[in-house]
């Protein structure tokens, strides 16, 4: 059911609020006169601080309407029979979980809702295993999962054409920690491109055993993220939008390497930014790496919204990158950046040419081994702490309180 990006189609069409992809072909045969076929698969972002994030997957229905409930009519469902567990950190790198396809009216659609099934009885339907154990913990999941995570999304599905689909789960903002070891899912899905493009390259294997993560950023935004091949140390940041990207590469104890300005051209390129024969590497840190840790609160208190916290620098000569974001705890609002590096990041200009040859940057704001700290939520005023040392051993708790 799993299948790698790699495979190709036409782009098809593309509005505000969703990316599509069109192929042609109707999957086991032309499709009824008047009707279209949508196909659904899924993706993900690399999970922080889990070795699995499993959701059960029941459903995935799609309405014209946006604002259809669960028990009108008009629903076309794509339904797993049986509902299928999936790790969501086995599909980085670009790798999609076919859920399936079905035939559609033609025409415009608004509104599509991915069902998962609950935790019942003994068994786990959707769980996580924290980092380092072997613990299989109940992963609550919001009433949401019986009607479907609502998704508001437009797509046209045309007469005789396939239209297809990826969702992207972001596990790494989906679970959330409640307090006392239990963890919440707090579904955060975007719908982007079927079509192959990216960023792709190979990070030094020696190195994997140290939380390698890499990603694509614009203006210190994460775009998008996996984790490098376990054997290989080969990456692939899949499903780019055309544009300029900011390729950031972090492991534990090790210093940043940024590589700026990386072109992704169309929506069928592939830009190739370091080879198997001279993979990227990380220079070591000759200090232990800090941690930076404290509270959001957000005033008012809000029951759907979620705080997240980013540990950032700027060059003086390039971007503005993300070193670490984490959510915060939904009981306390503590969270715990840990892993900063204490020394100089290291910045690449991108070029065809390869090796890309990175200097040491001492000179980054607010300085090696300080960052700036931003605490944000949607619907509330971002904050920032303008420089926070992570050199001098263990700090003052940097809290913030987040306000509309």
Known sequence: MKNSLRTLCSFGAMSTVVLLASCGGGGDGAPAAGTGTLGVAM??????????????????????????????AGWAD??????????LLNLTNGALEDLGQTPLTAGHYTQLRLVLDPNTGAGLANSVI????????????????QSGIKLINQFDVASG???????????????????????????????????????????????????????????????????PNAATGEFFLARLVPG??????????????????????????????????????????????????????????SATEIAYVAAKQSFSAGPTVT???????????????????????????????LPIMFATQPNTTPGTGKYVVEASANGYVTQSNLSVNVTTGNQPAINFTLTP
């Open 43 to 72: 993706t993900d972002a690399p999970s922080c601080g889990f070795d699995a994030v499993n959701v059960t997957v029941n459903k995935v229905r799609v309405h014209q309407s946006a604002t259809a409930n669960e028990n009108d």
């Open 78 to 87: 794509i339904t797993l029979t049986p509902a299928r567990k999936i790790n």
């Open 130 to 145: 924290p980092s380092g154990t072997s613990t299989e913990i109940s992963l609550d999941t919001p009433s949401a999962v």
């Open 161 to 227: 054409q396939r239209t297809d689909l990826v969702l992207d789960f972001d596990a790494c903002k989906s679970v959330v920690t409640k307090g006392n070891g239990k963890y919440a899912l707090k579904p955060v899905i975007t719908v982007i491109p079927t079509v192959v493009n990216g960023i792709d390259g190979f990070i030094n294997p020696a190195l994997l055993n140290n939380h390698v993560m890499v990603s694509a950023q614009q203006n210190g935004v994460v775009v998008r993220s996996t984790v």
């Open 244 to 301: 300029n990207y900011d390729v950031v590469l972090t492991a534990d104890n090790r210093a940043t390497a940024v590589i700026a300005a990386v072109p992704v051209a169309s929506t069928t390129s592939t830009v190739v930014v370091s080879s198997n024969s001279t993979p990227i590497d990380l220079q070591a840190a000759a200090t232990p790496p800090g941690a930076i840790s404290g509270t959001v609160v957000l005033n008012p208190v």
């Open 323 to 353: 070193i670490k974001y984490q959510g915060v705890d939904v009981a306390s609002g503590a969270y715990a950046l840990s892993n900063l590096p204490t020394v100089a990041p290291q910045l690449g200009q991108y070029s065809a040419a």
